[in-house]
């Protein structure tokens, strides 16, 4: 049933958006006003997005990296309060608080898809605007006492930390996590990773970055630039054993260096490509050492679901390093760019 009064449903609406320019570069972000969406039919809620957050993946879409339609609204992450809910749905009510899923069509079991078509502000609009009305399972609930820019950043980066250490790896207390750089999902697994009783060791090129990290619980911290063989610095650290579960965000640049980290028979979690999109493994290597190298992106709808539930028990929030309004997005995303952040970027809406 829809919850509003005959003079809100006829009323004409307009709302702010972005949108993706011809060609796709970040100086050409568009500011537009929009239709409103309307009211939502059977199965569907009226979300009033309230925040965003910046991802790798989202900077590719929006400089034209990654290939999308004209016009695309850009951004995967979205959380906002229910405005409306329409015939059958039962899990929302107005006024909650919802963040929105990656993979919408994913719900459960195996990864059923390999690309991006479904994703939003990718294969699909995503939440560069101020509502959206979409099927019910395309959001979860947020976390309770989680603000809109702290939900925002659960969508990608916290999910992906979340399925690369507890799905995939079966976090343990007592394992032992190497996390490389401070983008989201680096720190979201620092901070998973000690909530659930397992040693951290982070790396970075800035010492200011590395002291921030130990603020965050970080038991050892690597400068990588000073030490290029900071694999074999990990070894030692482990007394020669090698970390349980490595996060991996850099992809062929870094690969070579984790699978010296990670113990025999460990978890390597390859989930960004920060040095390229392709190069040489040491395959020869990877092998001897009988670990497992599994690729990932970001998880499922339940995923999402057990991971808010473990947030609110552990009381993890994430890092937020800023905020910009909406008609900044193009700021936001050359701060992306420098690199001088720790943590989420946010955009309020």
């Not at 009033?48 to 004209?70: M, W």
């Not at 050892?220 to 970390?243: A, D, F, M, S």
Request: glycine share 12%; hydrophobic share 40%.
């Amino acid at each position: 049933m829809l919850h509003e009064t005959p003079a809100q449903l006829t009323k004409e609406r307009n709302m702010k958006a972005v949108r993706i320019g011809s060609p796709a570069t970040v100086d050409h972000l568009q500011v537009v006003d929009l239709a409103d969406p309307g009211q939502p039919a059977a199965g569907q809620i009226r979300v009033r997005i309230r925040a965003s957050s910046l991802n790798f993946h989202d900077y590719g879409v929006v400089s034209g990296v990654l290939p999308a339609e004209a016009g695309r609204i850009p951004m995967a992450d979205g959380a906002g309060v229910v405005e409306a809910v329409g015939d059958g749905v039962r899990e929302f009510k107005p006024g909650d608080h919802v963040v929105s899923c990656f993979f919408p069509l994913w719900e459960n079991g195996p990864a059923p898809i390999a690309d991006f078509s479904t994703t939003p502000g990718d294969g699909v609009d995503g939440y560069a605007r101020e509502a959206v009305v979409l099927p019910s399972h395309y959001f979860t609930h947020a976390p309770a006492g989680y603000s809109h820019a702290e939900a925002a950043t659960l969508t990608t980066a916290g999910l992906t930390a979340w399925r690369a250490l507890v799905v995939d790896g079966q976090l343990k207390a007592g394992s032992t996590v190497l996390v490389l750089g401070t983008g989201g999902v680096s720190i979201f697994g620092l901070q998973l990773a000690k909530a659930m009783g397992a040693s951290v060791i982070a790396t970075s090129s800035s010492d200011g970055k590395l002291a921030k990290l130990r603020e965050l619980g970080a038991d050892h911290t690597i400068n990588y630039r000073e030490n290029p063989e900071w694999g074999k610095q990990v070894r030692q650290l482990t007394g020669g054993r090698g970390v349980d579960h490595v996060i991996e965000v850099g992809g062929p640049g870094t690969l070579p260096q984790s699978i010296t980290a990670c113990r025999i028979g460990g978890h390597i979690a390859l989930i960004g490509v920060l040095t390229g999109r392709e190069g040489p493994v040491p395959t020869a290597h990877l092998m001897a050492r009988q670990q497992r190298l599994q690729g990932l992106i970001v998880g499922s709808r339940h995923d999402q679901i057990e991971m808010i539930r473990a947030l609110e028990t552990t009381g993890i929030k994430p890092v937020i390093d800023s905020t910009f309004e909406l008609d900044k997005l193009a700021d936001a995303f050359r701060h992306e760019a420098s690199g001088a952040h720790f943590g989420k970027i946010c955009v309020a809406i």
